[in-house]
């Protein structure tokens, strides 16, 4: 049975100060079980210090982006073995705000997850439709190339990356997809991960993100299909990420 993956991305929030705090609190109130894995992916200024608060807790650490080269002359990025070197067991790559703020394309996230694997991180990729497709009737489309091109010559990794479906529309604007909305595209990945790889073993998982709250994230993980959520906002408060990893 795999475990649900229950993950945080703070996003551009948190100095290191507010970071203790928050772990602080966080490792106190929320009762963790064994059906489910923790992730928090704070910034990267925050990495070092809560890679040494949760090395004794269960609970992962995980990026938010990196570079594809292990290093050299790129001003101002990280790669993945700095992040592996922090205690990162996870990165998300190809966030929507990656792609739609700074630009990044399939072929960048490609190299990305290329460069992540190869240092034994699991990536997290991320997919998703702006509202102008979706009115188009083109989720589908948009999110079968965003899978193609992204996971393409890794068909026989896919079991080492999770995916997140995170509709743009439903990003940070209060108004999250219905579960129905995210269970039919969550099976549409699936399908087309079992075209690219068709023996595969279905360890990916498939999370939902967009608007995830602390009342209604359990209707989500009623959802068999809903292996696991990406929250941003309400990530940020310690007691409300605590009752989304216990609503279920
Ligand atoms: P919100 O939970 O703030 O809508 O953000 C979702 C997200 O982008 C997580 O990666």
Redesign the pocket.
Known sequence: MKKRLISA?WKMHKTIGETEEFLRIFLKSVSLKDDREVLICPPFTSLQTASQILKNSEVRLGAQNCHWEKKGAFTGEISPVMLKDLGCDYVIIG??ERRHIFGEEDEVINRKLISALEEGLRPIL?VGEKIEDREAGMTEKVVETQLRLGLSRLEDHIDSIDI?Y?PVW????GVPATPEDAVNVHRFINEVLDRLNPSRKRETRVLY????KPENAGEFMKREEIEGL?????SLDPESFAKIVESF
């Open positions: 991305n966030h929507s991320c997140a995170e439903a990003i940070g604007t993100g967009g608007s995830v990406l929250v941003g906002g309400a």
